[in-house]
Every structure is written in structure tokens, then in C-alpha cells.
């Protein structure tokens, strides 16, 4: 099967290409965040014809079993209500997104970090839940690490403040999304997926929110993606307009 393009793998607000027949659109975000928002909105003008080629995803020969030992399969979700917490410092490279206390007296919390370490086994694990085919893990361990921003968010379980209050186990991966740039102009956002099990949590928006502050205090001013036509609306909401000035995304097609 040839090489599958970006997408994105976070419940109802995301939507897997492999999903989809209709063709990707390029977006960009053009203008800074305010408040909640990332930007201003500009009316579609070009579909992308299709997505073949990306750094990460390219040749994607059979791999083997991830059947890797991962102490973080020992955390749970939970069946209790989460909650959201208020975001009081949103330049912050670490944040606690929402909270579960449980009936045990533990307390489960979703976090969110930039330029934490992933472990590749872990990433291809989160994508084998969302349904997307597997890679070579090693191509995957050069994408992380050549990545110019990776966004993840962990699930831990804290203990009881009665039992000391520490990790009950090791974290766990539940989302992810990364960037590649050029380090001074420009970045495309790829890989955006979030856990099925803690999906409706507005999880997957809050983390390409961060992200995007991230880049731009890091002075990226022209931050692109692609989105399948059904969710560019939901791009629209965080400021990214669809081929604005009428810029087409172009593809070599290996075997054309």
C-alpha cells in the first residue's frame, strides 16, 4: 500500500483520511492566537489532490508486532467523570488538561507536555487504537526525533494522598502531534491523534491549541497542515484557513 498522508485520529472533531474518499485541503494559520482562538478565517479556494508523500509515514512496509512489554498498559482509564481544569498559564511547556477522582482515592489526570520523550513503541501502539497501519519502527523513532515539536498527552494515576500521593505506574501515552520546520519561517503539524478511550474530552483541541502558541513563541510564523473536508471547519475554529490566496499543495507520486 503506498505511503498514507497526515491526518488526524481524535474522536468526533477528527476524522482518519483512510476514512474519507474526499480529497485533503492544505491550511495554514496566518494570524497570531486571541484567547481561545488562533487566528482569523478565509474561505476555502483548491482541494489537494491527494495525499501520498510525508516525512514520517512514507513506506509503509509491514513492521512487527508491537508486542513490546510497556509498564504503562497498567494504567487505566476509568469509568468517573472528568473534569476540566482552567488554563492559568498557556505559554506553559506543561499543563494538567483534566482530572478524574476515582472511588479508590486515586486521582487520574491527562497532561499535557512539549518536547517530552516518546517512545516509538508507544506512538505505534496509540495509532494501531485509532486504526492506522503500522511502520517501520525505526522510521518512526527518526521521525520523533527529527521533529521539530512533539506534543504528547500522558495519562497518569496518582496514588491516594493516604498512600503517599506519587504515580501509581508509569504514564501513559494517550496523544500525540508533531511538527517539522525549517526552524525559522515555517512548520507543518502532522500525526494529530488521541486515545479513543479519553476521546470527547476536548482534549485534541486543547493540545493543537498549545502547540500552536508554542510555535509561534517560537517565532514560526506560517504554520500548515491537511485536513480531510469534513473537518476543516473545526481547523477554521483555531484560526487555520484552507489555502488562502489560492495555494495549491503539490505531490510527487512515486510510480506516475
Same mark, same amino acid.
Given at each position: 500500500m503506498a505511503a498514507l498522508a497526515?491526518?488526524?485520529?481524535?474522536?468526533?472533531?477528527?476524522?482518519?483520511?483512510?476514512?474519507?474518499?474526499?480529497?485533503p485541503r492544505l491550511a495554514r494559520l496566518t494570524a497570531p492566537l486571541s484567547g481561545s482562538r488562533a487566528g482569523r478565517l478565509a474561505a476555502p479556494s483548491h482541494d489537494v489532490a491527494r495525499r501520498k508523500s510525508r516525512p514520517c509515514r512514507g513506506g509503509r512496509q509491514p513492521c512487527r508486532a508491537l508486542d513490546t512489554p510497556n509498564q504503562s498498559s497498567a494504567v487505566e482509564v476509568g469509568s468517573a467523570p472528568w473534569v476540566t481544569?482552567?488554563?492559568?498559564?498557556?505559554?506553559?511547556?506543561?499543563?494538567? *488538561? @483534566?482530572?478524574?477522582?476515582?472511588?479508590? #482515592?486515586?486521582r487520574a489526570r491527562v497532561v499535557y507536555r512539549n518536547g517530552a520523550e516518546v517512545d516509538a513503541y508507544d506512538l505505534e501502539n496509540l495509532c494501531r487504537k485509532v486504526g492506522w497501519p503500522s511502520r517501520p519502527i525505526g522510521k518512526v523513532?527518526?521521525?520523533?526525533?527529527?521533529? %521539530?515539536?512533539?506534543?504528547?498527552? =500522558?495519562? /497518569?494515576? *496518582?496514588?491516594?494522598?493516604?498512600?503517599? &500521593?506519587?504515580?501509581?505506574a508509569e504514564p501513559r501515552l494517550v496523544g500525540l502531534a508533531r511538527a517539522t520546520s525549517d526552524h525559522?519561517?515555517?512548520?507543518? +503539524?502532522?500525526?494529530?491523534?488521541?486515545?479513543?478511550?479519553?476521546? &470527547?474530552? #476536548?482534549?485534541?483541541?486543547?493540545?493543537?491549541? =498549545?502547540?500552536?502558541?508554542?510555535?509561534?513563541?517560537?517565532? +514560526?510564523?506560517? +504554520?500548515t497542515l491537511f485536513a480531510?473536508?469534513?473537518? @476543516? &471547519? %473545526?481547523?477554521? /475554529?483555531?484560526?487555520?484557513?484552507?489555502?488562502? /490566496?489560492? +495555494?495549491?499543495?503539490?505531490?510527487?507520486?512515486? #510510480?506516475?
Open positions: 497526515p491526518r488526524c485520529a481524535c474522536g468526533a472533531t477528527f476524522s482518519g483520511a483512510a476514512a474519507h474518499s474526499a480529497p481544569l482552567p488554563c492559568d498559564d498557556p505559554l506553559a511547556d506543561e499543563l494538567v *488538561l @483534566v482530572e478524574q477522582q476515582r472511588a479508590d #482515592g486515586r523513532e527518526a521521525a520523533l526525533r527529527n521533529s %521539530f515539536l512533539v506534543a504528547s498527552l =500522558h495519562l /497518569e494515576v *496518582l496514588e491516594s494522598p493516604e498512600n503517599g &500521593g506519587g504515580l501509581a525559522a519561517f515555517n512548520a507543518t +503539524i502532522w500525526d494529530v491523534l488521541v486515545d479513543p478511550e479519553v476521546q &470527547g474530552q #476536548g482534549l485534541g483541541r486543547a493540545m493543537l491549541e =498549545h502547540m500552536v502558541r508554542t510555535l509561534l513563541r517560537r517565532e +514560526i510564523g506560517n +504554520i480531510d473536508a469534513d473537518v @476543516v &471547519g %473545526f481547523y477554521q /475554529e483555531l484560526g487555520f484557513e484552507a489555502d488562502p /490566496e489560492g +495555494i495549491k499543495g503539490m505531490f510527487w507520486l512515486a #510510480g506516475m
